[in-house]
Each structure stands twice: as C-alpha cells, then as structure tokens.
C-alpha cells in the first residue's frame, strides 16, 4: 500500500533556496533491492534544503528482487496531493529496463526518461508464465530514453551497490538543485564508510548524461 513518508528529511541549515514555478513530478520505479527508496530519499532532502514542500509516496513490492517497487516525489511551493496519473510525470527514473517500459506512460509531453541498462527476469518469466518482451532497446530509443549503464559505472567506482546513487546523478541534471546540496544530502544519508564511493558514483551519473 502507498504511504506518505514526508515528515522528516532532516532539513539542512543554509541551504540554496530554490523557486519553483509549479510543482514537479519525479517517479522511481524498479524492483525490490534495488535501492529505489534510498533515491527518493535523497532527493526529498535536497528539495526540503531549497525551502520547498515535499511529498512521498512508496509501493513496496516484495522483499525480494523482482517485487516491483515505485515512489513518487512531488515538490514545489505547496504540494496539494500525491497523484501522477499518466502522462503527469515530468521525470521518471527506472531502475530496470522492462520496468521503464511499464512506466513509460507516466512520462508528460517533454518530460525526462532516465533508464537503467539492466534487465532483472521478472518472475512470470521465470516460472514460465510470460516471455520477455522483445526489442527493449528499441523501444527504449524510440522514447528518447536516455539509458544509462549504472550498474557498471557502481561497479567501476569499487561500490555495486551504489547503482542508485548514479541514477540519482542523472537525476540531478534535470532539476534545478545545486550539485553541491546533492553531496550534502549524500553525505548525511549513506553509511559513514560509503561516502567517497558514493559521491563518486553520483559524480559518474551526472557525467554519464
């Protein structure tokens, strides 16, 4: 079930004020494990930094990989409710390729789709239910995806395990946030022994785009 979690970011002091003309729509969408909360969580707390009214909404798959996982992001000067309807999305971030292919009817006319290039065999596949779809990458393209490999770049950085931190670096480009506030937030949320990885890996992400 969906359920709002945006009571306490831990709002930073000094940070840039940011205007927003109307609000934005951001939607991660992937599969349990893949670390798509964490990423919603960080950008809640650089858009509390800049003075803005956030609000999240998370659907939990199942715990275990495959369990489809989708968090919607709504900030701006007063966010009246959490809906994204399709077609409402001004960015939309998917973890896993099939998962965009789902999400792709979230995205508005001149919104932003950034895909990682991964493919995670969803279960109706593996018990012999379903097939894959065919011609991802086609399709990805005739979107105007922008496709990202951030399972490897986390990997080239010595931290697998910070795929979403780079999709979080693709992110950022498409928001009016300072890179700075970005790394703060990083700083404060990840575990004292991953922050250089992880700054790394959202440095990489921002580059990759």
């Given at each position: ?6 009571t306490n ?22 599969v ?32 275990q ?54 493919r ?23 979107i ?8 490897g ?31 703060d ?25």
């Open positions: 079930m969906p359920h709002d979690t945006s970011y831990g709002v930073a002091e000094g940070g840039a004020k940011v205007t927003l003309d109307e609000t934005k729509t951001i939607l991660l969408v992937g349990g494990g893949q670390g798509t909360i964490l990423a919603g969580q960080l950008l809640a707390m650089v858009a509390a930094d800049a003075g803005l009214d956030v609000k999240v909404s998370e659907i939990h798959g199942m715990s990989r495959g369990g489809s996982v989708s968090t919607i992001v709504r900030v701006g000067q007063k966010v009246e409710s959490m809906i994204c309807d399709p077609g409402c999305a001004d960015i939309v971030v998917a973890f896993e390729s099939i998962e965009a292919l789902r999400a792709q009817q979230f995205v508005r006319e001149g919104g932003r789709l950034f895909v990682n290039d991964e995670i065999t969803p279960v109706p596949v593996n018990i012999g239910v379903c097939q894959m779809p065919e011609g991802i990458d086609e399709k990805l393209a005739a105007d995806a922008t496709v990202i490999d951030a399972g770049i986390a990997r080239e950085v010595g931290s697998p395990r910070s795929t979403n931190v780079v999709l979080v670096g693709a992110l950022s480009t498409a928001l009016p946030f300072a890179e700075t506030e970005w790394e937030a990083i700083r404060r949320r990840v575990p004292p022994k991953t922050v250089d990885a992880n700054l790394a890996a959202f440095a990489r992400g921002r580059a990759a785009v």
